[in-house]
């Protein structure tokens, strides 16, 4: 029993798979690790909520529209009991027809600002804006009657102006219109309560904005927006042409929504991007008549957020998502994604350095025993614990670079000592440090992370086999470790 033992122990096929082993166990606290990285990237998420919820959130911006509200009458014959018509009854019932500008210009600028929720950054902007443009003349006949033989009696007029989260308005927008400043108002009049639209602004038309529309001449406009938001700010283009202009110091800008900028520049400075959206590539328009009689209680900022979910089964007035372009200041790294990915290569680090390890213990004739594999194996574990917490408090290279630093010098002392050699510690050491270099270029190439990962791992396959292919395995496992023979150069026979 006694002899059995003593080969099992010297056995090396033994010790590869108790390698192997250990290898898995140490999975476990990776498996931790990764899922305090999954609770703080959550906590980061509800700190945003949280600011969403006591400040502003994401932005939707719509108009403005000229509303004009109007009343349609007509006469139904009046009936009894078996259907003789004993009268006549007067019908009648309120309606708003909606004026989109013919052109429409957004010239701002976004200037960011972060703020904390415990030690989460969360990135907020303040747009400044200048909205110009201009309706065409009103035509009465461009309003369809929706019964027969019906007359329509127009109300004044107004300008509607909505944003998804009004708390972000910076002081209340101003508006002139032929050269009429008009006045802002809560909420907008005559919509049903659950309508989107209805939580926006309204501005009446009055004087000289209001005699031009009763003398059917265009009416120009120039609008001025201050507006708070979080992260994102979508636009909606209602015009026959939208454009847009907008500039921040931002450097790491996300562009999204159904329309793209046509024309963007991003800098270490900052991003310069330009929308151009015609009317006939987009169904904002009517999503935006939709939302006069919508009885839907999502906001439009709702409808943006479940453009995922839209599907053809909607009713007919449901449109499906909020067609916007949008521009988001988006996190230039975010460290809980970042250790996120790093720990996806754990397991295969623990590998390879345990690999080399046994690579030592093979060519140098050294024993180690289990326990030391095991303390090798947890340090590099605790490189991802320790990359987590720096990332919090310091930018994410220098975090990585401070944590990988910390696992190479430990590492390199510990087996200066197990190896009885600095030099082999010395290149221990920086075996690992190739190997975090190496991950650190798959964080940082996220497009190319797949093919650098199989390179890498290729290449690591590639050196245990040439490193062994010598290597008598079945003497090792005999417990006759016998090393690889040295390769002698041919030299050619002298004449």
Known sequence: MFQLFKALQSSMLVK????????????????????????????????????AATYASAQTMVGPV??????????????????????????????????????????????????????????FYTLNATLGGGFAAFDPKSVAHSE?????????????????????????????MSGEGLRFRQRVPGLADNSWLADGVHAPLTGAALAAWESKAPLPFEMKLSLVGQDTLSMVPIAEETTAHLSSPWAHPSFGGRFLA???????????????????????????????????DRSAAAVVATAAAATAAHAPRNLGPLQTFDVSLAQPINVYSMSTRAGKYGALFIGLVIMAAFMFELFRRQRMHPVQYGLVGLSIALFFLLLLALSEKLAFWLAYASAAGASVLLLGIYFSAVLQSWKRGAGFGAYVAVLYG?????????????????????????????????VDWYALSAGNPRPPEPVVPEVAPSV
């Not at 290898?23 to 498996?31: E, R, S, W």
């Not at 500008?101 to 929720?117: A, C, F, N, V, W």
Request: proline share 5%; glycine share 6%.
């Open 262 to 296: 046509a024309k963007r520049d991003v800098t270490p400075q900052g991003f310069d991007a330009h929308w151009r959206v015609s009317s006939l590539v987009t169904s904002a328009r009517e999503q935006v008549r939709a939302g006069l009689s919508d009885r839907d």
């Open 438 to 470: 190496a991950l650190y270029g798959l964080l940082a190439s996220e497009s190319n992370a797949l093919l650098l990962g199989a390179l890498l791992t290729f290449g690591m396959l590639t050196v245990l086999m040439l490193a062994t292919r010598k």
């Open 66 to 123: 000229l509303l004009v509200p109007y009343v349609e009458r007509w006469v139904e014959p009046l009936r009894d009991a078996q259907g003789k018509v004993i009268g006549q009854e007067a019908r009648s019932k309120e309606m708003a027809h909606a004026v989109f500008p013919d052109k429409l210009h957004i010239e701002g600028s976004m200037t960011p600002q972060e703020r904390y929720r415990g030690i989460f950054k969360i990135p």
């Open 16 to 51: 590869v798979a108790g390698l192997l082993l250990l290898t898995l166990l140490l999975c476990i606290p990776l498996a931790e690790i990764n899922s305090i990285n999954r609770e703080r990237g959550r906590s980061q998420r509800e700190a945003a909520e949280e600011l």
């Open 148 to 176: 027969a033989d019906s007359r329509i009696e127009f109300k004044a007029p107004f300008v509607v102006f909505y944003v998804s989260d009004l708390r972000g308005l910076d002081g209340s927008p101003s508006i002139a």
